[in-house]
């Protein structure tokens, strides 16, 4: 086993070692290119304090743009023996460059690191997440106006109660999305704020620029007590999860809900225009009647649901 950064003069057991990272190493390989961006503003940042020179910053971020590009193409692996994505990029810079490699790691902890290193990936997925909800929100618009005149059920209690339509159905939906949309909103403003620097929690005796770094890394704001930025760890993920959940499960199920009671008028009416060809009456009570198309319509709906 590999001699890991934090290590001191005593190694730690196997077994516990392999308990505690479990699939940290499989789920870094998404956090590889923002590593490596978290990484490039920190060096510069470094350059213009004097911990590094110019033609340091030079090489490193050199380097550091091969690394990024073959993270880009899905290249970008963690070896045998090697703990984690910040390690492995650490390794391939000092392969390359030497001493100079393991400067990157200058007024930075492993905890501001991979804050750093969240962020930026749960900040790019909430956007990619945000465009397709709005796909979502012109299709549901766009249907909502071709079927305002088509006629549907409107329920309440559960029970047929006054006439609507499919453009009326539709259209709720696409303002619900807009209600879910400021959950997310809020969810990004939290995750948009840079913790670099804030090292293991205490801050860093170097005179770190965290306004520059804030400012190359595209965060609106930071992290401003460095206690705060390491005692924050989990909140950001509970609030994308909740505003995720707004816009995934809420909303699939309110759908899903509503589709099967659109399903039950459906082929009531249809029982109704079949009257009694296609139905059958139960075993004990005969004058009672249920529709075969229903039952089998239903049994198909609750499979695909």
Same mark, same amino acid.
């Given at each position: 086993?590999?001699?890991?950064?934090?290590? =001191?003069?005593?190694? $730690?057991?196997?077994?516990?070692?392999?308990?505690?990272?479990?699939?940290?190493?499989?789920?870094?390989?998404?956090?590889? =290119?923002?590593?490596?961006?978290?990484?490039?503003?920190?060096?510069?940042?470094?350059?213009?304090? %004097?911990?590094?020179?110019?033609?340091?910053?030079?090489?490193?971020?050199?380097?550091?743009?091969?690394? @990024?590009?073959?993270?880009? =193409?899905?290249?970008?692996?963690?070896?045998?023996?090697?703990?984690?994505?910040?390690?492995?990029?650490?390794?391939?810079?000092?392969?390359?460059?030497?001493?100079?490699?393991?400067?990157?790691?200058?007024?930075?902890?492993?905890?501001?690191?991979?804050? $750093?290193?969240?962020?930026?990936?749960?900040?790019?997925?909430?956007?990619?997440?945000?465009?397709?909800?709005?796909?979502?929100?012109? $299709?549901?618009?766009?249907?909502?106006?071709?079927?305002?005149?088509?006629?549907?059920? %409107? @329920?309440?209690?559960?029970?047929?109660?006054?006439?609507?339509?499919?453009?009326?159905?539709?259209?709720? @939906?696409?303002?619900?999305?807009?209600?879910?949309? *400021?959950?997310?909103?809020?969810?990004?403003? *939290?995750?948009?704020?840079?913790?670099?620097?804030?090292?293991? %929690?205490?801050?860093?005796?170097?005179?770190?620029?965290?306004?520059?770094?804030?400012?190359?890394? %595209?965060?609106?704001?930071?992290?401003?007590?460095?206690? @705060?930025?390491?005692?924050?760890?989990?909140?950001?993920?509970?609030?994308?999860?909740?505003?995720?959940?707004?816009?995934?499960?809420?909303?699939?199920?309110?759908?899903?809900?509503?589709?099967?009671?659109?399903?039950?008028?459906?082929?009531?009416?249809?029982?109704?225009?079949?009257?009694?060809?296609?139905?059958?009456?139960?075993?004990? &009570?005969?004058?009672?009647?249920?529709?075969?198309?229903?039952?089998?319509?239903? &049994?198909?709906?609750?499979?695909? $649901?």
């Amino acid at each position: 086993m590999a001699q890991k950064l934090w290590e =001191k003069n005593v190694r $730690v057991n196997e077994e516990i070692d392999r308990f505690t990272v479990g699939r940290d190493r499989e789920m870094d390989l998404y956090l590889a =290119k923002h590593d490596v961006l978290g990484s490039m503003a920190h060096i510069t940042m470094l350059e213009s304090i %004097g911990l590094l020179t110019a033609g340091e910053l030079e090489m490193l971020l050199a380097e550091l743009k091969n690394i @990024y590009a073959s993270a880009e =193409k899905g290249e970008f692996v963690i070896e045998d023996g090697i703990e984690d994505v910040h390690s492995q990029v650490e390794l391939m810079l000092t392969r390359k460059l030497g001493d100079v490699g393991k400067k990157i790691h200058s007024g930075r902890s492993r905890n501001d690191q991979v804050l $750093v290193d969240l962020k930026l990936f749960t900040r790019a997925e909430l956007k990619e997440v945000a465009e397709e909800v709005e796909q979502l929100f012109h $299709v549901l618009i766009s249907q909502s106006n071709t079927y305002k005149d088509v006629l549907m059920p %409107g @329920y309440t209690h559960l029970q047929i109660a006054m006439p609507s339509s499919f453009g009326l159905w539709f259209g709720a @939906y696409a303002e619900s999305l807009v209600d879910d949309m *400021m959950f997310l909103q809020a969810a990004f403003k *939290m995750c948009n704020r840079n913790p670099l620097g804030s090292a293991a %929690g205490y801050g860093s005796s170097f005179p770190l620029d965290r306004e520059m770094t804030t400012r190359l890394l %595209g965060f609106d704001s930071m992290d401003y007590n460095v206690v @705060y930025a390491q005692m924050g760890r989990g909140k950001m993920e509970r609030n994308v999860a909740f505003a995720l959940a707004s816009i995934a499960l809420l909303y699939a199920l309110r759908k899903v809900r509503n589709c099967k009671l659109i399903v039950v008028s459906l082929f009531l009416l249809l029982r109704c225009h079949f009257s009694y060809r296609f139905s059958q009456s139960t075993s004990i &009570s005969l004058n009672k009647m249920f529709s075969l198309l229903c039952v089998k319509a239903l &049994s198909e709906f609750n499979e695909l $649901v």
